[in-house]
Each structure stands twice: as C-alpha cells, then as structure tokens.
Nanobody, 124 residues
Framework: QVQLAESGGGLVQSGGSLRLSCVIS????????TGWVRQAPGKEPEGISC????????YYSNSVKDRFAISRDNLGKTIYLQMNSLKPEDTAVYHC?????????????????WGRGTQVTVSS
C-alpha cells in the first residue's frame, strides 16, 4: 500500500522559512517523479515543484522559483521542500504527490498518489 505523509507545516511570519518533509512508503521515489501541490482556500490546486525519479531534473512554478528548493534523500523514501522568504500568498495546504516531472512542468492529478497535506500559514 502506497502512503505519503507530510510534516513540517505551521504558522510563520512573512519572510520566514519552513521545511516540509514527505515520507513515502510502499513505493520507491527512485521509480517515479515526486513533488508538491498546494491548495489555498477557494483556489485550484497549484503544482509548485517536483523532482524526477533520477533526481536530475527539478521544476518550480514561477510563484515559488528562487524561494523554494526541493530535494530528496538517497534512500528513496523522503522528499523535502525548503521554503524561504515566505509570503502571505503562500498560505495553503501543501500536498506531497507522485507524477511525471519535467524541467518545464509537473504532471500530477487525482490518479496519482497524494498525501493528506500539511497546513502552511504565513502571517503578514
């Protein structure tokens, strides 16, 4: 059974940092792309970052580029999202998901595996 479990969310002031983690079990991230999707209240999900199965390609949406960094461990079990210079508009539930990651896009939808999410709230 594939499971994705996020942690690391919380309340932070504008300009602060958080590091999200996602532990993946039941499948190795060395076999497929993984990444992060966030959803703010009343908005559509936004794919913000991903890393391919080889760990050689990453993608960032324009909204987080140069502020967020995705990484993973070499055991194929955990991915991370380092979030710096946080803004109030980054407030959302952040989900770890699987999918197909290219250098220009992050392809993931309800047919892929998703974690339940972790809340990130950035106060102004």
């Amino acid at each position: 059974q594939v499971q994705l479990a996020e942690s690391g969310g919380g309340l932070v002031q504008s300009g602060g940092s958080l590091r999200l983690s996602c532990v993946i079990s039941g499948i190795s991230i060395l076999e497929l792309g993984t990444g992060w999707v966030r959803q703010a209240p009343g908005k559509e999900p936004e794919g913000i970052s991903c890393i391919n199965n080889f760990g050689t390609v990453t993608y960032y949406s324009n909204s987080v580029k140069d502020r967020f960094a995705i990484s993973r461990d070499n055991l194929g079990k955990t991915i991370y999202l380092q979030m710096n210079s946080l803004k109030p508009e980054d407030t959302a539930v952040y989900h770890c998901t699987t999918g197909a990651c290219t250098g220009t896009d992050w392809f993931t939808d309800s047919r892929d595996y998703w974690g339940r999410g972790t809340q990130v709230t950035v106060s102004s």
